[in-house]
């Protein structure tokens, strides 16, 4: 049995952070609890609240000039809002997102869900898994297929919950459970959301028609480029639902 590379240890970072760990003769699982409030940085809050402030521009014009404009004023809205509303919405989905990490004798499986249970599952042979590491440029867990890409988990907004994390795969890795997996890699079941397509739906059809409302009856310099922007984007709501379903991937 190989050696165990050294454990960096950070003060009460697992329990702080949502950080469990599980070693057995079969498996080794790290779960990493979806950190909360904690996930969101200054610049998504800053980003969110520029985006408000430009959208209240011609409103604030207008009282200024005594004349508000109400189709300037709408279209405006839209165009700040809807990213707004985009950060906001990923946001929430990171805010409930929930990592888990497998290592048995023969793999290495890598999950990202979230609350429906739905997300991105990653499975590798252990022994083509080359460093685990902290990515330096965007802050993300770095999983090397040898020879054949990179991939990378967003785990925690925190540098020491990411590196701790990371040296957790790697001694796995380094020194792996023994005996078969079994089920071992199966994964939690999560409570699936009855309300995730109906929402998506609806706001594919209020995004739609908000674009048809600027493309034919909405006489404003900007708004046909805008409503056929939005009247296009219209179908993603219902892409996300209907095309993202849990993945599987084994190379």
């Given at each position: 049995?190989?050696?165990?590379l050294p ?5 009460d970072?697992p329990a702080?952070w949502?950080v469990?760990?599980?070693r057995?003769?079969?498996a ?5 609890e979806?950190?909360g ?6 610049g ?8 408000l402030?430009l959208?209240?521009g011609?409103?604030v ?7 508000i404009?109400w189709?300037a004023?709408i279209i405006?809205?839209i165009v700040?809002l809807?990213p707004?509303?985009g ?7 990171r805010?409930?997102?929930?990592v888990?990490f ?6 290495f ?13 990653l499975?590798l042979?252990?022994?083509?898994v080359?460093y685990?590491k902290?990515?330096?440029y965007?802050?993300?867990l770095s999983?090397?297929?040898v020879?054949k ?15 701790y994390?990371a040296?957790?795969?790697?001694e796995?890795?380094t020194d792996p ?5 079994g089920n071992?890699?199966?994964?939690p079941?999560r409570p ?7 929402a998506?739906?609806t706001?594919?059809?209020i995004m739609?028609?908000m674009?048809?409302i ?6 404003h310099v900007i708004?046909k480029?805008?409503g056929?922007?939005i009247?296009l984007f219209?179908?993603i709501?219902?892409?996300i639902?209907f ?9």
């Open positions: 049995m190989s050696a165990s454990t960096l240890q950070y003060a970072v702080r949502g469990s760990v599980e057995t003769p079969s080794f699982r790290l779960a990493v979806p950190s409030w904690r996930a969101i940085t200054p998504y809050i800053v980003a969110i609240g520029v985006l402030f959208s209240i011609p409103i014009g207008g009282r200024q000039a005594g004349r404009e189709p004023v405006n809205a700040y809807v707004a509303l950060i906001a919405l990923f946001l929430w989905k805010l409930r997102q929930r888990l497998i290592v048995t004798v023969e793999t499986t890598g999950a990202t869900l979230d609350a429906s249970g739905r997300g991105r599952v499975s042979p252990k022994a083509e080359g685990v902290r990515n330096p965007n802050g993300h999983v090397q297929h020879g890409d990179l991939f990378d988990f967003y785990v925690s907004p925190s540098r020491e919950v990411v590196e994390v040296a957790q795969i790697a796995a890795l459970p023994t005996e078969p997996a071992a890699l199966s994964l079941p699936r959301s009855r309300l995730a397509r109906p998506a739906i706001a594919s059809l739609a028609l674009g048809i600027l493309l034919f009856f909405v006489d708004a480029p805008v056929f922007y009247l219209s179908a709501p219902v892409g639902a095309g993202t379903q849990p993945k599987k991937f084994w190379v």
